[in-house]
């Protein structure tokens, strides 16, 4: 579970990471990130976005607890001071616990890369 310092609950915040942090895909989760977007002594964020094309309601909280379990694990691979919106697509449903965390270390690696000059 993730405790209340490593949520990201304001609407503002949650766009600017989306319109402002870098994005990474995978089958089943984007994620927009904005890596030490604050100071590094303070917690990483992570908000969570389900919507209904992943299914009703029951579905998509289960994808959502999936989610939240498998990003806690994972919050230390990510620097301090981070914030990250997490996006379930339609295939999330589907797919064990196994796939989306592998789903969610591929987009978390793609995230932290650096872009080198071409």
């Known amino acids: 579970m993730l405790s209340a ?18 994005r990474a895909g995978s089958r089943t989760v984007l994620a927009h990130g904005r890596l030490r977007a604050r100071s590094s ?3 990483t964020r992570v908000a969570f976005v389900v919507g209904k094309q992943v ?6 909280n289960t994808v959502k607890r999936r ?15 981070s914030d990250v919106v997490l996006r379930a697509l339609p295939p ?11 789903d969610l ?3 978390l690696e793609r995230l932290s890369q650096t872009r080198t000059p071409s």
């Open 5 to 22: 310092a490593h949520r990201l609950r304001t609407s503002d915040d949650i766009r600017t990471t989306i319109r402002r942090g870098r």
């Open 41 to 43: 002594e303070d917690a």
């Open 55 to 60: 299914g009703n309601a029951v579905t998509r």
């Open 67 to 81: 989610l939240r379990a498998l990003m806690a694990s994972r919050l230390s691979a990510l620097p301090g001071g």
């Open 92 to 102: 999330a449903a589907r797919r064990s616990s196994v796939e989306l965390g592998h």
């Open 105 to 107: 270390d591929l987009v």
